[in-house]
């Protein structure tokens, strides 16, 4: 008798959902799913209050209890962009969205390199389904606006209503939560809502507009909030509102307002560039505080985008600390340094040089992602900009209290911004890579080319430089170890 006799080849199962934006409890079922061999058109996925796949629903109505996986079934496998597009794709309201999910996972199965496959219909789908939910969030984050009350006993209370397309209340609880850590607030929807009081987040119940106050929203606090994700730096007035759809403006009576802030911007600017020279103040003294106070870091306009910062991860001890520019999209997606197509190339040279990344301590000279908008035929994408000498020598503040807490016996920067992150001045890679450069606290700066300038080379350009880039980390990884010896 096989483990899998207990699947019954012709049954349909039905998962049902404990809520809609419940991903976790949908990859675990995933999971079990394909270790026990059922195929996609064998599962429906319902939501609360039963709406799901339609087209997936077994004509049985019922469906079969899930079985249990095989104690010896081979593990899933899911790479890091599926996941990464999954994740968002799941809070979509489309009723289709996890058995489209499910079956490029099932796909993915039997072909590991199918996500990039860039003209697959299922691929495009859940891109499709992410690009939505992203814009949503985006949305989310720039139109949310907060009324005052006042409760009994005098205590202030902010309170805004939102209308979001899919699910994604929960999702960006941590976003205002990091915004508005200090005050008592409830954003209203009519998914759900959500209730800070300064110390618990609250879920409650749907909501409808009038539970929400009216009138003008709270103009101080407004004005804190829009600077955090107004950048002056950055203006186009055409590009602000397309992003402004008629749908938002009667949550926005402060419209008006536009002009003066546009009229405004040149001084903000100029005002964040001098905050960031100012700068005298004590720095965290623990990773996780650094990790902390660099999400709400303004001091640049970088800053000011709607992106997350990426905190430096890996072992507070690490000998040796990997130095990359700044986070890409998908680093600013995950919260994560170097888990896009970069640090996919990093790993593998890392690992042909035999230096163990998870022994490392990663991290960027620019903690934030800095991007311009491009419109296409394919819609809004991100696109990377470098940062400005400027921009790395305020972001130094950071990366200098990684090394002081870290303190690495060896620092590897990769690319011109990351040796400036170090040095503090502009040098050229070709002259200084492959040598020691000693530090002021003992340690020593190794410099090297960034893997994303090899993604952009091929043929023999691409072989050459993969050769040094090489030859730089085989040399890294024999000093460390005389260095770890010593
Ligand atoms: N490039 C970088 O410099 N850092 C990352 O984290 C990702 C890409």
Not at 331 to 356: M, N, S, T, W, Y
Not at 399 to 425: F, Y
Not at 443 to 471: I, K, M
């Given at each position: 008798m096989t483990a899998l006799q207990h699947v019954r080849p012709h049954a349909y199962y039905t998962v049902q959902l404990p809520r809609s934006d419940d991903f976790a409890f949908w990859r675990e079922r995933a999971r079990a799913l394909i270790q026990c061999d059922i195929p996609p058109d064998k599962v429906a996925w319902v939501e609360p209050g039963g709406s799901g796949d339609l087209f997936a629903q077994p004509s049985s109505g019922g469906g079969m209890r899930l079985p249990e996986p095989p104690a010896d079934a081979p593990p899933v496998r899911a790479s890091k962009r599926y996941l990464s597009l999954a994740k968002n794709a799941a809070l979509h309201s489309d009723p289709a969205r996890f058995s489209v999910l499910y079956r490029l996972l099932w796909r993915l199965q039997a072909n590991p390199r199918l996500m990039e496959d860039k003209a697959d219909p299922d691929v495009r789908r859940v891109e499709e389904l992410d690009k939505n939910v992203r814009r949503d969030s985006h949305k989310m984050h720039a139109f949310v606006r907060f009324r005052q009350v006042e409760e009994e006993g005098g205590a202030e209370h902010y309170v805004a209503w939102f209308e979001p397309e899919h699910h994604i209340l929960r999702a960006n609880a941590g976003f205002f939560l990091r915004r508005f850590a200090s005050m008592r607030w409830s954003i209203l929807t009519p998914q759900g809502t959500l209730h800070w009081d300064g110390e618990t987040m609250r879920e409650g119940p749907p909501a409808q507009k009038s539970d929400a106050p009216q009138g003008d929203p709270v103009e101080d606090l407004w004005r804190t909030y829009y600077a955090s994700i107004f950048n002056p730096a950055r203006l186009k007035v055409g590009a602000m509102l397309s992003e402004m759809p008629r749908k938002y403006w009667k949550n926005l009576p402060e419209a008006a307002l536009i002009p003066d802030l546009i009229a405004g911007a040149q001084q903000r600017e100029s005002e964040m560039v001098a905050a960031g020279e100012r700068d005298d103040g004590v720095r965290p003294e623990s990773?996780?505080?650094?990790?902390?106070?660099?999400?709400?870091?303004?001091?640049?306009?970088?800053?000011?985008?709607?992106?997350?910062?990426?905190?430096?991860?890996?072992?507070?001890?690490?000998?040796?600390?990997?130095?990359?520019?700044?986070?890409?999209?998908?680093?600013?997606?995950?919260?994560?340094?170097?888990?896009?197509?970069?640090?996919?190339?990093?790993?593998?040279?890392?690992?042909?040089?035999?230096?163990?990344?998870?022994?490392?301590?990663?991290?960027?000279?620019?903690?934030?992602?800095?991007?311009?908008?491009?419109?296409?035929?394919?819609?809004?994408?991100?696109?990377?900009?470098?940062?400005?000498?400027?921009?790395?020598?305020?972001?130094?503040?950071?990366?200098?209290?990684?090394?002081?807490?870290?303190?690495?016996?060896?620092?590897?920067?990769?690319?011109?911004?990351?040796?400036?992150?170090?040095?503090?001045?502009?040098?050229?890679?070709?002259?200084?890579?492959?040598?020691?450069?000693?530090?002021?606290?003992?340690?020593?700066?190794?410099?090297?080319?960034?893997?994303?300038?090899?993604?952009?080379?091929?043929?023999?350009?691409?072989?050459?430089?993969?050769?040094?880039?090489?030859?730089?980390?085989?040399?890294?990884?024999?000093?460390?170890?005389?260095?770890e010896g010593q």
């Open positions: 990773l996780e505080a650094i990790g902390e106070a660099i999400e709400g870091c303004r001091k640049c306009p970088i800053g000011c985008l709607d992106n997350r910062a990426v905190m430096g991860e890996g072992p507070s001890d690490a000998a040796l600390m990997i130095v990359g520019e700044q986070p890409g999209d998908h680093e600013d997606q995950e919260g994560r340094p170097f888990v896009g197509p970069a640090g996919q190339l990093l790993d593998v040279h890392l690992e042909r040089a035999g230096i163990d990344r998870g022994r490392a301590y990663v991290t960027n000279a620019v903690k934030h992602f800095k991007f311009t908008i491009k419109a296409s035929g394919r819609g809004k994408r991100r696109l990377h900009q470098s940062p400005t000498a400027k921009e790395i020598d305020t972001c130094r503040w950071w990366i200098e209290g990684e090394r002081e807490l870290v303190k690495p016996k060896l620092v590897l920067a990769m690319g011109a911004s990351a040796a400036r992150g170090m040095l503090g001045k502009t040098v050229s890679i070709a002259k200084i890579r492959g040598q020691a450069i000693p530090l002021e606290d003992g340690s020593e700066l190794w410099v090297t080319a960034h893997p994303s300038y090899l993604l952009r080379l091929d043929g023999d350009a691409r072989n050459r430089q993969a050769a040094l880039f090489d030859a730089d980390l085989a040399a890294v990884r024999e000093r460390l170890a005389e260095l």
